[in-house]
């Protein structure tokens, strides 16, 4: 998997990526827009994690759904 694929599909992966990061809103989902880098932004700033554990976390959960 890879992200444009999420992206392509953002409406199907959107509740699952709030079902692991549950800070995220569906208002947030929407201002994402399949966007990876929006995405890591939010991460760090809900979570207070750098910018490279965001990145790690968010490739961590793609390879999971694998």
Do not use: C, F, P
């Not at 959107?14 to 399949?34: A, N, P, R, Y």
């Not at 929006?38 to 390879?63: H, M, N, P, T």
């Amino acid at each position: 998997m890879n992200w444009d694929q999420i992206e392509g599909n953002w409406k199907q992966y959107k509740g699952k990526i709030m079902s692991k990061w549950g800070k995220l809103t569906d208002d947030d989902m929407e201002s994402v827009k399949g966007k990876r880098t929006e995405l890591i932004g939010l991460l760090q700033s809900r979570y207070g994690r750098a910018k490279d554990q965001a990145e790690l976390e968010l490739d961590q959960w793609i390879k999971q759904i694998d």
